[in-house]
């Protein structure tokens, strides 16, 4: 009893304590079984053993500590302590692939307002912090980076532009171009054209932050607070492939504004209620487009709201992919917010699992 107590207060004193009671938390919850040396191992063609050995004086020197955990005869564990989630694997990786086939790829954060949108997409940016947390703009201009160094991309030639834009009260406003009010135009060709939206040419990683962060501080300035302005918005990040001046290819990454303004109509102005109106009306629009597009349908609704129809792009041909990310609040005070979001994405979900089942 008196070790016990000895060896906890040891512990409490150590650097990692906080791991060493992590570890010690999980190993509570295990039903260790004693290894016997004794216990019959059947033959095998290819046998595998591992060998733990106890930790030796230099490791106790230097004040490390077990974190390898043997708790039956065919497991072993290892408690790895991270400071923070690797996302060196992300969602969004697997489409960085299709735009190298020319297709048009999007990536859409949705969410109660505070969940973490901005966040997954943009993450915390600075040019004068080396190690900024990183978001999908960061992820993806990496990966597209890296993949134009093979030399199967060297041969398309392909030139790299970034723009930004958000689109408030279904207007779409330019965040690389001090938020000129930009015109939106379908040719004769079903063609969508943002007249005069800038595009900008990347050539590093370096190259696409600065342009991220010019857009994200035109993107939170506005009349209203920085915070309410940029959740009442869309913003579209875009990265552009072109061969020979021509479009290539296009990833658009969009934060999108919180699912659940407007929804307190009884307590909105009129102007906050028409607004929630409108952002409802494209977020429903977007949902449409995107079930459209998993059902190879025809005819895709794009011009239900400006969202969409600037999308237009991303909805339209056989080889347009989505990824849609839900955030969610834990706490019970957002229960209603983060079912609604839940719905929202199943909504989205749902379709590939019929076309599964459809074979
Ligand atoms: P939204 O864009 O959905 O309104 P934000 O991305 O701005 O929400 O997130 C609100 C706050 O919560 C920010 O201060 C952000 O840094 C923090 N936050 C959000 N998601 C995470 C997360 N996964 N880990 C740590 N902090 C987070
Ligand atoms: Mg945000």
């Given at each position: 009893m008196q070790e016990q107590q000895d060896q906890q207060a040891?512990?409490?004193l150590h650097p990692r304590s906080d791991v060493m009671a992590m570890i010690q938390k999980c190993c509570s919850h295990l039903d260790c079984e004693a290894l016997q040396a004794t216990i019959p191992c059947q033959p095998h063609h290819i046998c595998v053993c591992v060998q733990k050995q106890p930790l030796n004086q230099q490791e106790a020197e230097l004040n490390d500590f077990d974190v390898v955990t043997v708790p039956g005869q065919?497991?072993?564990?290892?408690?790895?302590?991270?400071?923070?989630l690797d996302l060196t694997?992300?969602?969004a990786q697997p489409l960085v692939e299709t735009i190298f086939q020319g297709s048009m790829a999007t990536c859409f954060a949705c969410g109660q307002r505070g969940s973490g949108k901005t966040h997954t997409i943009r993450g915390s940016l600075s040019i004068k912090n080396s190690e900024p947390s990183e978001g999908f703009y960061v992820m993806v201009t990496e990966d597209v980076f890296c993949r134009l160094?093979?030399?199967?991309c060297q041969k398309l030639e392909l030139r790299v532009y970034g723009a930004f834009f958000e689109i408030y009260e279904s207007k779409v406003f330019d965040l690389l171009n001090w938020k000129k009010w930009?015109?939106?135009?379908?040719?004769c060709k079903q063609q969508i054209q943002v007249m005069g939206l800038w595009e900008e040419e990347v050539t590093s990683l370096q190259d696409v932050i600065k342009l991220i962060?010019?857009?994200?501080?035109?993107?939170?300035s506005g009349k209203t607070s920085a915070n309410t302005h940029s959740s009442w918005s869309h913003a579209i990040f875009q990265i552009i492939l072109k061969k020979r001046g021509h479009l290539y290819a296009k990833f658009s990454l969009i934060d999108l504004a919180g699912n659940e303004q407007g929804?307190?109509?009884?307590?909105?102005?009129r102007q906050t209620s028409l607004e929630g109106a409108k952002i409802k009306k494209s977020l429903l629009a977007l949902k449409n487009c995107i079930r459209a597009l998993g059902r190879n349908r025809s005819h895709t609704p794009f011009r239900a709201s400006k969202l969409t129809q600037?999308?237009?792009?991303?909805f339209i041909g056989e080889n347009s992919c989505t990824c849609t990310i839900a955030t969610v609040f834990p706490g019970m005070r957002s229960c209603k917010h983060t079912l609604k979001t839940l719905w929202y994405a199943n909504r989205m979900k749902e379709l590939v699992v019929n076309l599964n089942s459809l074979g």
């Open positions: 040891t512990a409490s065919d497991m072993v564990m290892v408690h790895e302590a991270k400071q923070k694997w992300h969602t160094q093979d030399s199967s930009l015109r939106v135009l379908e040719d962060e010019t857009g994200s501080k035109c993107h939170t929804a307190d109509i009884s307590t909105a102005d600037v999308l237009r792009d991303s």
